[in-house]
């Protein structure tokens, strides 16, 4: 896929700066075209006109607390700064189902006059595409303001006393792997990996969010997680790193992180034969470089999105912005678009019945 080509590109060439990256805006959107057409002056004062006084309510999808949440709260104290008449912005966490409550919410229910903006995770870019339940929405419809958070490479956390103590064992015998939902990231991973490597994991459901699932990890309660950041286990959880007793099976990446492997930690990419397969593994693992995407619902008219999408674009840009990430955070911030993620969505839909087909089988958990 050409996104994918493009993003491995980007990432290699930026992911060791540590610092905010910006890449180009491949295409525009309908929305956003026309919008430009009428001129900037006159769109920069009626979209002011509109949010000035307003309050703009942020859905997250995701819990109070960890990493999501000390992202957003950083992002939103800058991003209202930079809409046109400067609304304020006021944050409402609405999580289950990996997200995909709140995208149900946003996209269907909110009020679509650009007062309602929505953060999820990158999971949901492809749940429609792989027919997973309870998905009420068509993700090429959506309004993507851009993703300006990146998680850097994800991972297959594992407590060293659980059953499997590597990947290749892992293979062999169950291992329990916690996670919000169906449609969360450890989920989705699990029965990816189960599909096309073999991994026996068993998956435990009902967790909100990453700090409850890494607290079940310490207690006990499950063997393992998948998908989260090394950069943030590092960052917030080190002690465990350096106690022996956390330690990392596999990169669930399509970039290898050069520490990672010189550690050892071996690439799950590898451990996959079939060519399809591979197609499969590299879409999804693309999907985590989207990271955690903002937008609004279909129907916002067009200057307001086009002014939405600016913002974030200059937020993220801001030195302001910048400073505080860089001192707070664990994860370098890269921006993706929202004309890119529109690519990238185009770019799956163009698969070949056939790879669709299968994905969707390893998506749903039908294995048969």
């Known amino acids: 896929m050409e996104f994918l080509k493009r993003l491995t590109r980007n990432r290699t060439s930026k992911a060791s700066s540590g610092s905010i990256g910006r890449r180009t805006v491949m ?50 104290e800058h991003l209202q700064n930079h809409i046109p008449g400067n609304p304020q912005i006021v944050a409402r966490n609405m999580p289950g189902a990996g997200t995909l409550r709140a995208a149900n919410y946003v996209f269907n229910a909110a009020e679509k006059d650009g007062t309602v903006i929505g953060l999820f995770s990158a999971n949901i870019l492809l749940a429609h595409l792989w027919e997973q339940t309870g998905v009420e929405f068509d993700p090429r419809e959506v309004n993507w303001l851009g993703s300006p958070t990146r998680r850097p490479t994800a991972i297959a956390l594992f407590r060293t006393d659980a059953p499997a103590k590597t990947f290749e064992e892992a293979m062999q015998v169950e291992t329990n792997i916690g996670s919000s939902g169906a449609g969360a990231s450890s989920s989705v991973y699990a029965r990816l990996l189960n599909a096309t490597t073999g991994t026996k994991f068993n998956l435990v459901l009902g967790y909100e969010g990453n700090p409850r699932i890494l607290l079940a990890l310490e207690q006990g309660e499950i063997h393992g997680q998948l998908g989260y950041s090394w950069a943030s286990l590092k960052e917030r959880q080190g002690h465990l790193l350096d106690s022996g007793a956390w330690h990392v099976i596999a990169q669930l990446a399509i970039v290898p992180e050069p520490e990672l492997t010189e550690m050892g930690v071996p690439m799950a990419l590898d451990y996959v034969k079939d060519e399809m397969d591979k197609r499969i593994m590299r879409l999804v693992f693309g999907v ?23 913002a974030v674009t200059d937020t993220v840009n801001d030195p302001a912005y910048i400073a505080v990430v860089q001192a707070k955070l664990p994860d370098p911030v890269f921006l993706t678009t ?31």
């Open 288 to 310: 985590e470089e989207m990271s955690r995407p903002y937008a609004l619902p279909p129907g916002v008219p067009a200057d307001r999105v086009a002014a939405l999408r600016q």
């Open 27 to 76: 295409a525009a959107t309908a929305a956003t075209a026309m919008a430009l057409a009428m001129g900037p002056a006159a769109q920069a004062d009626e979209v002011a006109d509109f949010y000035a006084g307003k309050t703009v309510t942020l859905i997250t999808g995701f819990p109070p607390g960890g990493p999501a949440q000390a992202s957003l709260d950083v992002f939103i």
């Open 338 to 368: 929202g004309a890119e993620i529109d690519a990238f969505i185009a770019d799956a839909y163009s698969l070949p019945q056939e790879v669709i087909d299968n994905a969707i089988r390893i998506m749903s958990g039908d294995n048969g």
